[in-house]
């Protein structure tokens, strides 16, 4: 890498590329399943997001790239790095995150896995009585599924499903109809599960198990009567998860997603996976009938789908092995007003730490109170049986002004938000779809409520989505409140989603795409002033990911004035800390941990009026410029502080799950005596709470 010895915090040296940087991410998650420290299951679990998150950012991120390419489009970003030169950087990164994962699978969790005797059981080493369960098994199970497909001048080469279980079969001998096709393809429906579980009585053991690609291939040759099979090896393709809607072309939508959706299974394929003893005339021919490249092709050690062992952890029932349960602390008393609650003060949700119930309290209180007229509420992600959905059809099924703006864009969970929208708009609700060239990311429910003479806001605002299951995994903040000038902004936000007209100011919130970015640069601004003032100067910022360039910048000069600069970015993170007389007083941190850290916060020290937002948004330019997001002040003095404290303070003490990033582009465990922030707020927040 050239030297960092610049001076201009616009050089595009000062900048990580957005794509290795997530990478990088994706090479922190997988050291949490080599970490011993880590219970033996949540190992594999980690190893499998690693391989669930690395299958995203192809069907995303290099599926985009390619298009660039193809286009010939040729875009720089501030890292000075061309798309072409991105992809080549990624398939080096890419090819050896791959090699570790099965490295971690065959040479350290299946090996410990085995130690607890439980085990995946390969084809060689089936004993008799095995072999004739799992003979037993595919017939009545998998054989009557199976279509195997021999290619010849009828049958083209089939589409095959994205991240769908695949064989590609070499054969010799005539069929019964005196065809020589020598090569056949068997695709394995989703419908049968890829982990098999045998009996204790065949297997010896409560948890043995065998994959279904190694029961096809025991097989296979059933499939083909009278011929031989000369070589059988699975395969799998990665394509292009982007939806293609034009959103200033489409009449409606809705029936636009919906159309796309089909599409997602067979778009353009960005790579190949093949069992690593596939031989290179068959990797050559799969790699002509996707349309790839040598450096798209990875082949494995295992299984082509890592994601598909995470059934083992439900399976396998050894409470030693897991993350100690803990029941989140219900913050309020269901059975009190909560209307009440709210007006005497503001309340604060710590999710996972404290219940998701407070919400689903509220909206069931205002279903049932006569005096609610309506509710207003924005659904990201929610969940395909969510009992948010539940409460809000019987609100309007009683008689309540509901409006719920669901975002259809919501990538990956497209559709079953069009099925909630559906039922929601069955049960007579107002259901909307935000803004055209803007997805509606912002977290808020709004109760408006006749309290004599006049009607009174409550409201929710959120960093995370109304989703209880993810609730219990993500951290989140949420805020209820009847702070008049926070309902008036969130009435506003509301009827600019469903309505229109112009934008006008706000009392509390920033909002996306009008004030947000250009409030932060301004209060990074301040701080800088100040410290050039010779003032007291700080920011603290957590968040998933920072991108924006605007916003780096800002940092860099902040940094340059002597501000002290804090920032813990789960994610992707482009600014490069640490480098002399640009960054040095810039600290960027990454926690990986049990549960998934999505707290956005921001803290100013803003001349010791100690200014603190909560926020939907990320720093990234499509958080700033290219959806629909909230901000909001933490006003109350004792929420404030805590808020300070369990999303900030803590973390910037971690010395057990705290990675640091280098000047480089890197990442090193953070090191140092402070214990792990989740388990301090576990203590804090549920085991005295």
């Not at 790239?65 to 010939?72: E, M, S, Y």
């Not at 059988?232 to 919906?258: I, K, M, P, W, Y």
């Not at 309007?396 to 069009?418: C, P, Q, S, W, Y």
């Not at 100040?530 to 007291?536: E, I």
């Amino acid at each position: 890498m050239p030297s960092l010895a610049v001076r201009s915090e616009g050089d595009p040296e000062l900048f990580i590329n957005r794509e290795l940087s997530l990478l990088a991410f994706d090479r922190r998650v997988l050291e949490q399943a080599r970490d011993p420290s880590t219970p033996l299951l949540e190992r594999v679990r980690f190893l499998t997001i690693c391989s669930t998150n690395l299958d995203e950012f192809f069907e995303i991120r290099v599926s985009r790239l390619k298009q660039q390419v193809a286009f010939g489009v040729a875009h720089v970003g501030p890292d000075g790095l061309s798309p072409q030169e991105t992809l080549g950087h990624i398939s080096r990164l890419a090819h050896e995150l791959v090699e570790q994962q099965y490295k971690v699978l065959n040479d350290e969790l299946l090996p410990a896995l085995a130690a607890e005797d439980i085990r995946i059981i390969k084809r060689s080493d089936w004993s008799e009585a095995q072999n004739a369960w799992i003979q037993a098994h595919f017939h009545n199970q998998v054989l009557p599924v199976l279509s195997p497909i021999g290619l010849d001048p009828t049958h083209p080469f089939p589409k095959v499903l994205n991240k769908s279980l695949n064989f590609i079969i070499t054969l010799s001998g005539e069929d019964a109809f005196r065809r020589t096709s020598r090569i056949a393809v068997v695709q394995v429906p989703r419908c049968l599960p890829r982990v098999i579980p045998l009996p204790e009585a065949v297997s010896g053991g409560a948890h043995h198990f065998v994959l279904l690609s190694s029961v096809v291939h025991a097989h296979v040759g059933e499939l083909f009567p009278g011929m031989e099979v000369t070589g059988c090896h699975q395969f799998r393709t990665t394509r292009n998860g982007d939806l293609s809607v034009d959103e200033e072309e489409v009449d409606n939508l809705l029936l636009a997603v919906q159309g796309e959706l089909a599409n997602r299974r067979y778009g353009a394929t960005v790579r190949l996976e093949v069992a690593d003893n596939c031989p290179p005339r068959i990797c050559t021919f799969l790699l002509r009938q996707f349309g790839l490249d040598e450096p798209d092709l990875y082949q494995v050690n295992g299984p082509v789908n890592l994601h598909r062992i995470q059934a083992i952890i439900g399976r396998v029932e050894r409470p030693d092995l897991k993350y100690a349960p803990f029941v989140p602390v219900p913050v309020l008393n269901p059975d009190e007003d909560l209307f009440a609650v709210l007006r005497r003060q503001d309340v604060l949700l710590h999710h996972p730490y404290q219940s998701f119930g407070p919400i689903l309290d509220l909206l069931r209180q205002a279903v049932l109170d006569p005096e609610v007229l309506a509710i207003k509420m924005t659904l990201y992600r929610t969940g395909t049986d969510s009992p948010v959905v539940d409460v809000l059809v019987d609100a309007a099924r009683a008689g309540k002004d509901v409006t719920v703006l669901v975002e259809l864009r919501a990538r990956f969970d497209e559709a079953a938000n069009i099925r909630l929208a559906e039922r929601l708009q069955e049960a007579g609700a107002n259901v909307v779809y935000g803004i055209v060239g803007h997805k509606a990311h912002a977290k808020l429910l709004l109760i408006v409520r006749r309290e004599g003479d006049l009607l009174r806001r409550y409201t929710h605002l959120g960093t995370g989505n109304y989703h209880p299951g993810t609730a219990r995994v993500y951290t989140d903040i949420g805020l209820m409140t009847a702070r008049q000038s926070i309902g008036e902004d969130v009435q506003q936000l509301f009827m600019q989603l469903t309505g229109l007209g112009q934008s006008r100011p706000m009392n509390s919130l920033l909002e996306s795409p009008f004030t947000l970015h250009s409030r932060i640069v301004e209060l990074i601004r301040a701080e800088a002033d100040a410290a050039r003032a010779g003032r007291p100067a700080r920011i603290i910022a957590k968040m998933n990911a920072l991108t924006e360039e605007a916003i780096i910048r800002e940092l860099y000069a902040a940094s340059q004035a002597g501000v002290g600069i804090d920032l813990i970015v789960r994610g992707i993170c482009r600014l490069r800390p640490g480098v002399p007389g640009i960054s040095e007083n810039i600290r960027v941190r990454s926690i990986i941990g049990r549960f998934l850290e999505h707290h956005r916060v921001c803290y100013f020290l803003a001349d010791g009026e100690h200014t603190l937002y909560g926020s939907s948004a990320d720093w990234m330019e499509r958080n700033c410029f290219h959806r629909v997001e909230a901000a909001f002040p933490i006003e109350d003095p004792e929420l404030h502080r805590r808020v300070i404290r369990e999303t900030l303070e803590v973390y910037l003490g971690d010395g057990v799950q705290s990675w640091e990033l280098q000047p480089d582009g890197s990442y090193e465990r953070a090191g140092g005596d402070g214990p792990a922030a989740q388990a301090v707020l576990l203590t804090e927040l549920v085991d005295r709470g």
